[in-house]
């Protein structure tokens, strides 16, 4: 796309132009004080009791952890790490980290043992804050290598897990509730977050203060996800895994109660949590709810203040939808991805259809949804070819806008996913008439247990290291707990002989047992491509139901 230069010359127009400012996150936290200083932050600790405060206490313990930051070092352009649960303290870091111009770098807890550290060095981090309940989990990461550390550690909560670290409240302790905050340029880093690759390593990508701000903003439009400051929204999406959704920046903007959950996501928490804090809305993947709706069930329990479940990151499953339907729950369904801070999409009924009957609601709804101001889409054949808006005629999804990444951090852009200014989702898709898009199938090599990435051509390259196999094709496949659960169909060689459960076991020793198949299928070849490709459409139509009907 061409860049027109029509910026305004000020000796013609005698300086009639608008103030340039930078769009960064102070904008947002002066706001939240100024405006909504008397609403709410509750988060749930570790031990099970809640923690309670007002915005405008927020603010101060903001103004303290920036002070605290300085003190030990931190200076912009740094790399500042958390390594946490939902929580105030996390929230706080969202804000003091990148308005003194560092960058937080939100680790998923998730990742395994050698990859925390390997994030933490890529990265290139000074400092990691870990929830104590964590601690451990860091401690035993930093025992899978011998070489020296280049950054140190600071405990949210009592753990001595790191021998060294430094206490979060210590170090608030004191420190001045006011801070002279920088006008960070807005075309800086402000938070740094890593998401699984096909293959190979994490990616890293780069949120710009811009960037964060515009997606809080459109984020919260009321065609996007349309909260209200009299809401009391519950983040059971993590803070470790794409900014929450926005909703660190977003809830608190609109002066909407924030319920952070913390460590506890079992269902009977979460309901908990919704019914003592009388929760209105809240987000997450899937699995979580499919959790919760078995428990509702099971107790004929409803949530009385409980309108609005935004549910993303894998489809929603449609019978999850009508059984909270008749709990009085709307879903709302969405889909982003990290590479686009995330959202990209949300299912909200258009005005063609208000008085549509619910059934053609339904399949709206059960959709993706329609795209957020500020991303163009664009939907391509094999040809490069748009396809028709017929809401049949599938392609590759390609995105561009102010909140989506241009490359990775420390890889660049020469990747085929970056393309004349545009993205790659590796998301395969239809486009209705209109504006409702469906994913119908994934051409990056992922498989999504329970909100977290597998990659198959991983799983591959490790079933492929066994004596006995030749070749191994793995796919995702519909789940009922999960949404998606690896299956690895394999071909062995010649005259090799080895059963389900030795194979099974086999890969066990070697992986994170979350990540072993769940079945893992024998055949004599794997079908492929013309170009060789395994075939994997063909493999995961013909084995649809392998986990329903076994389930
Ligand atoms: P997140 O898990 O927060 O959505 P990731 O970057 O880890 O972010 O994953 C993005 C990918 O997850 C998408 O490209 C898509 O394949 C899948 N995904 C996200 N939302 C949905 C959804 N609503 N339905 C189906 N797949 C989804």
Request: aromatic content about 8%; proline content about 6%; glycine content about 8%.
């Amino acid at each position: 796309m061409n860049t027109l230069d029509t910026r305004l010359d000020l000796s013609t127009t005698l300086g009639g132009t608008m103030m340039d400012v930078p769009l960064n996150i102070g904008w947002v936290f002066e706001h939240v004080l100024r405006n909504h200083g008397s609403r709410q932050v509750v988060a749930r600790l570790d031990d099970g009791t809640t923690f309670r405060y007002t915005y405008a206490d927020f603010g101060k313990r903001v103004a303290q952890l920036a002070n605290a930051l300085v003190a030990l070092g931190v200076k912009p352009g740094d790399r500042v790490a958390s390594f946490g649960w939902n929580t105030h303290r996390h929230l706080e870091l969202y804000y003091a980290v990148p308005m003194i111009g560092a960058i937080l770098h939100t680790v998923n807890i998730r990742l395994f043992p050698e990859q925390v550290v390997w994030v933490f060095e890529h990265a290139g981090d000074k400092l990691v804050f870990v929830d104590a309940s964590l601690a451990p989990v860091v401690a035993r990461a930093c025992a899978t290598t011998q070489a020296e550390k280049n950054f140190s550690f600071v405990v949210m909560g009592e753990s001595d897990a790191l021998a060294g670290a430094d206490d979060y409240e210590a170090l608030l302790a004191g420190q001045p509730e006011e801070f002279p905050w920088p006008d960070v340029d807005e075309r800086s880093a402000a938070i740094l977050c890593y998401t699984s690759a096909t293959t190979g390593d994490p990616k890293g990508v780069l949120f710009t203060h811009r960037s964060t701000v515009l997606h809080a903003l459109c984020a919260g439009l009321s065609e996007t996800l349309g909260f209200k400051g009299s809401d009391s929204v519950l983040p059971v999406v993590p803070m470790f895994h794409v900014n929450a959704w926005g909703v660190p920046y977003l809830i608190p903007m609109i002066g909407a109660k924030l319920v952070l959950p913390g460590a506890k996501l079992d269902p009977q928490s979460v309901v908990d949590l919704v019914n003592s804090e009388a929760v209105t809305v809240s987000l997450g993947v899937p699995t979580v709810w499919l959790a919760v709706r078995d428990l509702l069930e099971k107790n004929d329990a409803y949530l009385p203040t409980l309108k609005t479940l935004v549910i993303g990151g894998s489809a929603v499953p449609p019978s999850l939808y009508d059984d909270l339907d008749k709990r009085g729950i709307s879903v709302v369904h969405a889909w982003g991805m990290t590479e686009m801070s995330p959202i990209g999409t949300v299912s909200r009924i258009v005005a063609e259809l208000a008085d549509a009957p619910h059934a053609v609601q339904r399949e709206k709804r059960l959709k993706q949804g329609r795209f957020a101001p500020l991303v163009a889409w664009k939907i391509l054949d094999e040809n490069g070819n748009d396809v028709p808006r017929d809401g049949k005629t599938a392609g590759d999804l390609w995105v561009r806008g102010p909140s989506v990444t241009a490359s990775y951090y420390r890889v660049g852009s020469d990747l085929p996913c970056f393309k004349d200014g545009w993205f790659h989702t590796g998301d395969v898709c239809t486009m209705d008439e209109l504006g409702y898009l469906q994913l119908v199938d994934r051409s990056k090599d992922l498989v999504k247990s329970g909100g977290e990435w597998i990659s198959s051509v991983d799983l591959e390259n490790t079933l492929m290291g066994h004596p006995a196999v030749r070749e191994a094709a793995v796919i995702g496949l519909p789940h009922e707990k999960w949404v998606e659960r690896p299956v690895a169909v394999v071909a062995l060689r010649d005259g090799q002989q080895v059963d389900e459960p030795s194979l099974k076991a086999w890969l066990g020793e070697r992986i994170a047992k979350w990540m072993v198949p769940d079945r893992i299928i024998f055949v004599d070849a794997i079908p492929r491509t013309g170009v060789g490709k395994f075939l994997k459409r063909e493999l995961r139509e013909k084995y649809r139901d392998l986990l329903s009907s076994s389930a």
